[in-house]
């Protein structure tokens, strides 16, 4: 089992910056976590859940166009993500949920983040 826990919402406006945070805990540790992806999905009212950034063993990263060139996701160590966001616009305001899968996807609790003046 794998838990996540996201910290870093907040209200910001419109051209600000956040920095989301997860930590994952549990049994990452018997299961070679570093070696499976994290990232964070997005989703606004009425919408559906959506991909804004992965980060996979190795590093290598994937971004929805939305966010390309204003997000960084990056990995800390085995257990931690971060998710730089900046140049924020309304259209990111969204409850963000930090992901991860090790054979099926688990997911945090979600954290606000709202862009509004």
């Known amino acids: 089992q794998v838990q996540l826990v996201e910290s870093g919402g907040g209200l910001v406006q419109p051209g600000g910056s956040l920095r989301l945070s997860c930590a994952a805990s549990?049994?990452?540790?018997?299961?070679?976590?570093?070696?499976?992806?994290m990232g964070w999905y997005r989703q606004a009212p009425e919408k559906e859940r959506e991909l804004v950034a992965t980060v996979v063993a190795g590093g290598s990263t994937n971004y929805a166009d939305s966010v390309k060139g204003r997000f960084t996701i990056s990995r800390d160590n085995a257990k931690n993500t971060s998710l730089q966001m900046n140049s924020l616009k309304p259209e990111d305001t969204a409850v963000y949920y930090c992901?991860?899968?090790?054979?099926?996807?688990?997911w945090g609790q979600g954290t606000q983040v709202t862009v509004s003046s």
């Open positions: 992901w991860s899968y090790v054979g099926k996807n688990y």
């Open positions: 549990g049994s990452i540790f018997s299961i070679n976590f570093m070696h499976w992806p």
